[in-house]
């Protein structure tokens, strides 16, 4: 199968600092993957998409001078919180997109990293 | 992406089949359907996906309707482990982006 990671799994920060968020497709290139946040039980909220080699696109809401996207090589994404605050405490999920899937078909495949979880005191 | 509605919970007796209904009734004719479950503070799991015709694979069996406004995923034999949130999700393959709604929280129980 096709696998995707997350470094850190777990973060705690101050308020006011920034945090960078990997994700990392391992085992096949990923020209667009998925940024989600996820508050305590609420369903996943899709936030940005990542395309190697070009700007994010940003969800309506999202601000995307604090949410710093950079997708600069066909395996990896990353996110960074700017002066992140209390309220920015939440499970951060990324996903990445395999064209023609694992079956080389017509249909994508996406992959969700095993989350992780910010907390900002 | 066209909206999903699904029961906010449900349970299950361990051993007997789990079958999680979906509606969908605003799909278009290039949305498949997608189904995903969720772990406690896990990354969303990929179980099957379809277009109209019945689907099946070693987790789980996709049934949909034929006027593909609603589909219903069925677990066979549920173990205390396939306790998660399940979400249906129709989208366009291309689009690749998901959006999730609530979905429904499944208890498996002994």
């Known amino acids: 199968g096709a696998v995707v990671s997350q470094h850190p799994s777990w973060v705690i920060c101050k308020s006011g600092t920034s945090v960078k968020i990997e994700c990392r497709s391992l085992?096949?290139?990923?020209?667009?993957m998925f940024w989600y946040r996820q508050f305590p039980k609420q369903s996943l909220m899709l936030m940005a998409t990542?395309?190697?080699?070009?700007?994010?696109?940003?969800e309506q809401g999202v601000e995307k001078d604090k949410f710093l996207i950079n997708h600069a090589s066909l395996t990896l994404s990353t996110l960074t919180v700017t002066s992140a605050h209390p309220e920015d405490s939440s499970f951060y999920i990324c996903?990445?997109?395999?064209?023609?899937?694992?079956?080389?078909?017509?249909?994508?495949?996406?992959?969700f990293g095993p989350g992780t979880r910010l907390t900002v005191l | 992406d066209a909206k999903t509605t699904q029961p906010p919970s449900m349970d299950c007796a361990e051993g007997r089949a789990a079958n999680l209904p979906c509606n969908h009734s605003?799909?278009?004719?290039?949305?498949?359907v997608y189904w995903y479950r969720q772990i406690h503070s896990q990354g969303p799991q990929y179980i099957i996906h379809?277009?109209?015709n019945n689907e099946t694979n070693e987790m789980a069996s996709l049934i949909i309707t034929e006027d593909r406004k609603s589909s219903t995923l069925i677990l066979p034999h549920a173990t205390l482990r396939d306790t998660a949130v399940y979400y249906c999700?129709?989208?366009?393959?291309?689009?690749?982006?998901?959006?999730f709604g609530d979905g429904t929280t499944l208890t498996v129980k002994p």
């Open positions: 085992d096949f290139q990923a020209t667009t």
């Open positions: 996903s990445a997109l395999l064209r023609g899937g694992l079956a080389l078909s017509s249909y994508n495949e996406q992959f």
């Open positions: 605003t799909i278009s004719g290039n949305e498949y």
């Open positions: 990542s395309n190697e080699g070009s700007k994010a696109t940003y």
């Open positions: 999700i129709v989208s366009q393959t291309n689009a690749g982006k998901s959006t």
């Open positions: 379809g277009l109209k």
